[in-house]
Structure formats: C-alpha cells, structure tokens
C-alpha cells in the first residue's frame, strides 16, 4: 500500500500570496487531519476531515482552511500568506479517526517558506 | 485544555548508553498515549503506544508504561543506537467532536555518538 503522499515537497512564497497544499491519504482511510510544525510552537494540529465533513478544526485564523474530495483527497489552503505561516505542513490519515487509540499515518510534509 | 510537557533537548549519548526521556501529560479524560519519532527530512511515525493505565507500549527495543498516577509516559531504551538519532514527541488522543486529534509535546533531538 502507498503511503500518505503529500505535494509538493518544498514551496516558496510571498506575503500575502495565497497557498494550496495536497495530500493523498493512504487508500481506504477516510480520516484526514493537518498539523502545523514550527521550531517555535511545536506541533499544532490545524483539522481533522472524515467523509468531506470537516469535524474539528484547531486554534488558527480564517485565512487557514481545507477541504477533502469523494476520494478522501485533502488540500489546505492558506490565503494572505504572513512570514510566520512558514512551517513544514504535516498531513496524516486514519482509517475513521473516531477513537483516541487509532494509529494516524503521516506524509513527509510540504516545506513552506514565506518571503 | 489537554497538553504535554517534554524534556527538552537537545541531548547526546554515546552508543550503548541507557536513555531516557521524560514526558508527563495533563488530560481532562482518558487519553491514549504515544511517542512518535520524526527522522531528518521525514514525517512522524508511531514509535509506540499505550491506551490505558499500567498499558506498557514498546517496540525496537524501546518502552513507555502509562502512568496515571504520576500522569506520566516516559520513554526508555535500555542500549541506543547512532540509527536512533532523531526527534523524539510524545502525545496524546483527544477525541474533539468525535475526531481524533493529537496533542503534540515540543519534541527531543536525540544524538547518538559512535
């Protein structure tokens, strides 16, 4: 089985460009969520997507959103891009991530670096 | 709300040494516990688990004992290796509106010295 993949790998921006960030989730998990990784706050979950619903969403501003396709495909968006948005964007996948004790999967992330 | 607290890092140790990490949690129910390891360049992946009081996770020779009366999860590894040069997090599951969601402490570098 393939993993979870995650495109592209590294990307540079601009303030106030506008970002899209994909994530193909292992095949036949419908559970896919979004974790922000900066040197400074660590590990930050952004939100959770199950059946193209969007089920939990974390601490972050509206100019962060996502959305997930029939075929449990995931795209994050970021929109007014700020310098401290730079951060390695993790994207993990679950079977239904409906219990505490379900193994998540993560891709290798997308590099984004704000200029 | 819930969060981890980690020992900082960095640290070094030469091969073979014993290792310890630290990690205690504050949780409003029962979560699971994990410690997942991220390796230069990579995404995280499940090092080990632990669902319930007194569970013992473990795997490559690693362990965690979850305990809730110390509301600790600390990992341990009795001879390391250089290949266990990494990250190191330990986390907790929340389920927020029925979703799983982890709760991430800040991570440990871990060196390893031939």
């Known amino acids: 089985k393939a993993g979870v993949t995650q495109t592209p790998r590294y990307l540079i921006k601009t303030r106030g460009q506008q970002v899209t960030l994909s994530c193909s989730p292992i095949s036949g998990h419908r559970s896919v969520s979004w974790y922000q990784q900066t040197p400074g706050q660590g590990l930050q979950f952004l939100f959770e997507?199950?059946?193209?619903?969007?089920?939990n969403k974390g601490n972050f501003p509206g100019r962060f959103s996502g959305r997930q396709f029939s075929n449990s495909r995931s795209e994050m968006n970021v929109s007014t891009l700020e310098l401290g948005d730079s951060a390695l964007y993790l994207c993990?996948?679950?079977?239904?991530?409906?219990?505490?004790?379900?193994?998540?999967?993560f891709g290798s992330g997308t590099q984004l670096s704000v200029l | 709300g819930d969060s981890v607290t980690q020992m900082e890092g960095p640290v070094t140790l030469s091969e073979e040494a014993f290792l310890t990490i630290n990690c205690t949690y504050t949780a409003t129910g029962y979560p699971s516990l994990f410690w997942y390891v991220q390796y230069p360049g990579e995404g995280l992946q499940l090092l080990l688990k632990a669902t319930k009081a007194d569970d013992k996770g473990s795997n490559k020779g690693f362990e965690a004992t979850y305990r809730k009366e110390t509301t600790s999860f600390h990992l341990e590894k009795g001879s390391v290796q250089v290949s266990d040069s990494a990250v190191y997090f330990c986390a907790l599951s929340d389920l927020g509106q029925g979703a799983q969601k982890l709760v991430f402490g800040q991570g440990t570098r871990l060196t390893i010295n031939p």
């Open positions: 993990a996948s679950a079977d239904r991530g409906t219990t505490t004790n379900e193994k998540l999967f």
């Open positions: 997507y199950f059946s193209e619903t969007q089920r």
